[in-house]
């Protein structure tokens, strides 16, 4: 099994996913590997390498699949490792791009997606900016992204957070929940109800796309954030800075489907 990792707008680090105080990656792959399942974790390449990320072409691929799709490799050639039992568990931008990541490696034996969003990036962008100076710079990025003769090439200036043009024109028609149900594989869907990054309204989206097939399961958490760590009432960025744990519950959902899916 491996874990990919996301570097959210909120400063997140690394493979941990670090977020202030909290550590929901550690939390997750150290809860696992307790529980007899192996686990391989990375830095995102433009955690590594910040430049990457301003490349000309930069795509969704090259920002997250790719290197997902060579660690289920790097995987498959480890002795102790079951090849035919390598799993993708995929957190926010993860969750997006996961469908990529099977589809291109369809040797993975299953996905877990948590947190992810089922509508194009560019259409949440705003709901996820608060200052009203930034909010109308803001829209007139989105509306230069999404501008029908946009063209691969053109000048990253006046684009949101100045990705290249190639960026938005591979994510903007994006729809991961459409591409999963091209795919073959089991997939655990999880949301959190108090996720306002990968609100309920996505979930619906995944459900509506993936319910009919057998081997999709889906798990609600009412009390849950973004990284899966339990509160009360309306979740803000002010909350991840307070210290706190992935749930033990998640952790045990995700090490017993993995089992029952290892059982075939």
């Known amino acids: ?53 301003k490349v000309a072409n930069l795509t969704l691929n ?22 035919q039992k390598i799993f993708v568990l995929g957190h926010s931008l993860g969750a997006v ?14 996905l877990i997606l948590e947190g992810g969003i089922a509508r194009p990036y560019l259409d949440l962008l705003l ?12 829209k007139q990025q989105i509306a230069r992204a999404n ?4 063209k691969p090439g053109d000048p990253a200036s006046g684009l949101p957070f100045g990705a290249p043009a190639t960026y938005w024109l591979d994510g903007r028609g994006y729809r991961p929940a459409e591409l999963a149900r091209e795919l073959k594989q089991p997939i655990l869907i999880l949301p959190g109800e108090r996720d306002y990054r990968a609100a309920m ?32 009432g309306i979740s803000s960025d002010a909350e991840y800075l307070k210290p706190g744990h992935v749930s033990a519950a998640v952790v045990e959902d995700i090490a017993q489907w993995i089992a029952r899916q290892a059982e075939y």
């Open 147 to 150: 501008d029908p003769n946009l």
């Open 201 to 232: 309204e996505d979930f619906a989206l995944w459900k509506q796309a993936l319910s009919d097939r057998k081997n999709v399961e889906f798990e609600v958490y009412p009390k849950l954030n973004h990284f899966f760590i339990e509160g009360e």
């Open 62 to 83: 090259d920002e997250a699949r790719d290197d997902a799709v060579s660690a289920a490799a790097l995987l498959r050639g480890i002795p102790e490792i079951n090849p």
């Open 1 to 53: 099994m491996f874990v990919t990792c996301e570097i959210e707008k909120v400063k997140v680090d690394g493979q941990d996913e670090a977020l202030g105080p909290n550590k929901p990656f550690r939390d997750i792959a150290w809860g696992v590997a307790s529980r007899g399942i192996a686990v391989l974790r990375y830095n995102k390449r433009s955690y590594e390498h910040p430049m990457s990320a």
């Open 97 to 110: 791009v996961a469908p990529r990541i099977a589809k291109a490696h369809p040797a993975i034996a299953g």
């Open 127 to 138: 709901t996820q900016i608060a200052a009203a100076k930034q909010m109308e710079e803001l």
